[in-house]
């Protein structure tokens, strides 16, 4: 019987280096032209160093995708796009309009995007998909031997991935990111940096922000990284705001008599869900051939959050438990490139951040914190799976953790949902606070993962300040939208691949 498996990857230097004024200059000129998958937008690539030490080294071609401005009369400028991750495609978040720009957005700027080094087309990060599905399950580790035995599976993964890859995957980190990023905004013309990022590219505007502050006309950063914490305060802060997600689902089931868990014990279901799973009795609903594992579970539950899908949760849940064939699942499995290959982004986040584990007791203790902070979650299924599966990295990596350093920027605008499974809303008011005086923090009181598009008012607000650079209120505030009429919004994937599960992608509705 085949097991569905959710392989981890996801779904984020104490002293900045110091960067050439001329950061650019190793990069070329871009020659666009008609997509071949899209011949409505352009595409084209740029080269740019693998080593950015070493500009006039081995060089590789950062993709790129544009849709023009729609008014050219009253285009402002280009604006360049990331959709998170890490791993997103800006590249096909402009060709399959993933972000759902406003009209206003799309008449005053060309919208660009670009494929990060070591993702989908930019030398991507390849690796064995049949060794990938092998990861250990972090639910499962009981002993020392256990542990020992995950180490020693990173180490052959990376060493395989690697192989694969070629140069690039010792320089696949944001730093590296962000220097590409400031090479784009040369090549294309523009003085200054007008930028959206939901994610984990909001880790790349934060830092360009830092590094190239006088380079900067507008960032605005949807759904917040913070890039100061240890491995505690990590996985902590990202157990505690996936449970919050949970209990919102509660409350919501418990207050709507069109949830199908309506009137039921939504915790009592779940746990009895999450015992069957541990004794290998869940199956997928539609596939019984489909073994679902306690994480399994989890993560789908995780990727209804981003929504928030939670009608169709509730649905999900109640075929699990009836073992109905009907209800879709919120993740479908990765699948090969060519020849059982996959895109894994995962050494971009383990040469971000450094979250070191000594030992099984160590790794143990973590889990019995987690688990008090989320006694019905258990972990989050993007930043546990993707901190395990970058133990064994030696250090010191390339960017490691360090509490943000910006000054002489203009105001930037960030903005988080309070109840966001990913990047966490006390994640946003940290690097808000690192940032200060040129940080603005938009709330928005509601549920899911990136904030853009959910209602006028912060749609507005993003539009406002990128267009207009019009900068709202200290403390503002945008009411949520509740859940049932999210589905009349324009439909659109979750913002990224979710970090911790390399090639899975939200299912078709």
Same mark, same amino acid.
């Given at each position: ?14 002293? %900045? ?105 930019? +030398? /991507? ?7 990938? %599905? ?12 256990? @542990? ?100 919102? !689902? ?34 997928? /609903?539609?596939? /019984? ?15 209804? !959050? ?36 996959? +895109?894994?982004?995962?050494?971009? @986040? ?12 160590? !790794? ?15 972990l989050s299924a993007a930043a546990h799976p993707i901190t395990f599966a970058c133990l064994g990295t030696r250090g010191p990596i390339p960017n490691p953790q360090h509490r943000l350093r910006v000054d002489h920027t203009p105001t930037l605008l960030l903005g988080n949902a309070l109840h966001d499974p990913a990047t966490g809303y006390p994640w946003a008011v940290g690097a808000a606070r690192q940032i200060g005086r040129e940080a603005r923090l938009l709330t928005y009181e509601g549920w899911g993962h990136g904030i853009y598009g959910r209602g006028d008012c912060p749609t507005a607000a993003f539009d406002g300040y990128l267009t207009s650079l019009t900068v709202p209120a200290k403390g503002a505030r945008c009411p949520a939208v509740p859940p049932a009429e999210l589905s009349t919004l324009k439909a659109r994937p979750i913002p990224g ?13």
């Open positions: 019987m085949r097991r569905l498996v959710l392989v981890p990857t996801v779904l984020l230097a104490l002293v %900045v280096p110091s960067l050439p004024a001329t950061a650019s200059s190793a990069a070329g000129a871009v020659a666009w032209a008609p997509c071949q998958e899209d011949p409505t937008a352009e595409c084209g690539t740029l080269s740019v160093p693998v080593d950015w030490s070493r500009p006039g080294g081995e060089k590789f071609e950062l993709a790129l995708a544009r849709r023009t401005a729609t008014d050219p009369a009253a285009r402002t400028g280009s604006l360049v796009i990331n959709p998170g991750g890490p791993g997103g495609s800006g590249v096909d978040a402009v060709l399959k309009n993933w972000l759902g720009f406003s009209p206003e957005i799309t008449r005053r700027f060309d919208v660009v995007g670009f494929d990060p080094r070591g993702v989908r087309r930019s +030398n /991507p990060i390849l690796c064995s998909l049949e060794l990938a %599905v092998q990861a250990p399950d972090p639910l499962s580790l009981k002993s020392q031997a256990d @542990f020992d035995a995950l180490l020693a599976f990173n180490e052959r993964y990376r060493q395989d991935c690697r192989s694969r890859t070629g140069p690039l995957f010792d320089h696949a980190d944001t730093g590296s990111v962000v220097r590409d990023l400031d090479a784009l905004r040369a090549a294309l013309g523009e003085d200054k940096l007008t930028y959206y990022g939901v994610s984990y590219g909001t880790l790349i505007g934060q830092l360009y922000a830092e590094r190239f502050p006088r380079r900067v006309r507008a960032l605005a950063l949807d759904s917040n990284m913070d890039h100061s914490l240890g491995t505690a305060a990590f996985l902590e802060s990202q157990a505690l705001t996936v449970q919050d997600s949970f209990d919102e !689902f509660v409350a919501w089931c418990a207050e709507t008599a069109s949830c199908a868990l309506h009137d039921r014990d939504v915790r009592a279901l779940w746990h009895e869900l999450l015992a069957r799973a541990e004794r290998g009795e869940l199956h997928l /609903p539609g596939s /019984p051939e489909v073994t679902l594992s306690r994480f399994d579970l989890i993560g789908q539950a995780f990727g209804a !959050f981003y929504g928030p899908a939670y009608k169709e949760l509730a649905e999900f849940l109640a075929a699990l438990e009836s073992g109905g064939q009907t209800a879709r699942a919120f993740l479908t499995p990765p699948s090969a490139l060519a020849e059982n290959v996959i +895109n894994d982004p995962t050494q971009v @986040f383990c040469q971000d951040y450094l979250l070191p584990i000594r030992d099984y007791r160590d !790794f143990a203790r973590h889990m019995r914190r987690s688990a008090a902070v989320a006694p019905d979650m258990l691949p979710v970090p911790g599960l390399p090639g899975w992608t939200p299912a078709t509705p």
